[in-house]
């Protein structure tokens, strides 16, 4: 098992940055994968970004050159720097981690981009 802290949320306005970091409760060896999804009202939760364990990232064709993930295995955190923030970027984002066949989430923050 593994347990996730969300934290960095904020208001912030179009062109602007914000960084999430995600704490796990364990190391990260043995997680296959790990990293945000996001979830706008009325809409599906979507991956946003993500580290694999062999150190592959995938980003949503929405984010890329605008965020950045990275990943700490010492202090078993995971980062998301989001920069140029747009509006269609406000969400509850999620910090989620696979081990074996079970995702495990945290509790979500909330990103608002507006003016």
């Known amino acids: 098992q593994v347990q996730l802290v969300e934290s960095g949320g904020g208001l912030v306005q179009p062109g602007g940055s914000l960084r999430l970091s995600c704490a796990a409760s364990?190391?990260?060896?043995?997680?296959?994968?790990i990293g945000w999804h996001r979830q706008a009202p009325g809409k599906q939760r979507e991956l946003v970004a993500a580290i694999t364990s062999s150190g592959s990232i995938n980003y949503a064709d929405s984010v890329k050159g605008r965020f950045t993930i990275s990943r700490d295995n010492g202090k078993k955190t995971v980062a998301l720097q989001m920069n140029s923030l747009k509006p269609e970027d406000t969400a509850v984002y999620y910090c989620n981690a696979n081990v074996g066949w079970t995702d495990y989430w945290g509790q979500g923050t909330q990103v608002t981009v507006s003016s």
């Open positions: 364990r190391v990260f060896f043995g997680i296959n994968a």
